[in-house]
């Protein structure tokens, strides 16, 4: 489900361009990505591209940007279809009213930083 849902987001906002498969995910380099530099969806990357390498950040940012969002694949996998029932409520009430250091969905991809070196993408 989650992976349909992802596809058909990535497909549309990258202009409807081919996903390319690496680290045992799906990506998409999206043009449309409204207050976000990338977001997973099952097992679907979509990342605005322009965005994060213009954000002044580096590669090392962008080298943590893709191990969060392959951390994120992680756990929809564990999750299942629980996946987005706990990470909506964990980004509204953690994130918007406490700041996003309580988005508790958040927390193990900024903390983690495997070497992702091939599919599956949980591979440590």
């Known amino acids: 489900v989650h992976n349909g849902f992802g596809h058909a987001f990535g497909f549309i906002s990258s202009g409807f ?3 390319k498969f690496n680290d045992g995910a799906w ?3 999206v043009k449309f990505l409204p207050g976000a530099a990338a977001i ?9 591209q322009p965005l994060l390498t213009n ?4 590669q090392n940012y962008l080298k943590w940007q893709y191990d969060h969002e ?3 694949v992680g756990d929809q996998s564990a999750l299942g279809l ?3 029932p706990a990470h909506i409520p964990s980004q509204w009430i953690g994130g918007q009213f406490f700041g996003p250091d309580y988005a508790f ?6 903390m983690n930083n495997h ?4 599919s599956p993408h949980f591979r440590r």
Do not use: I, K, R
Not at 55 to 58: F, I, K, M, T
């Open 17 to 19: 361009n081919a996903p």
């Open 27 to 29: 990506h998409y380099n």
């Open 40 to 48: 997973t969806l099952g097992n679907v990357v979509s990342y605005n």
């Open 55 to 58: 954000c002044g950040a580096g």
């Open 70 to 72: 392959l951390d994120h």
């Open 82 to 84: 629980a996946y987005f």
């Open 105 to 110: 969905m958040e927390q193990v991809p900024y």
């Open 115 to 118: 070497p992702y070196t091939s």
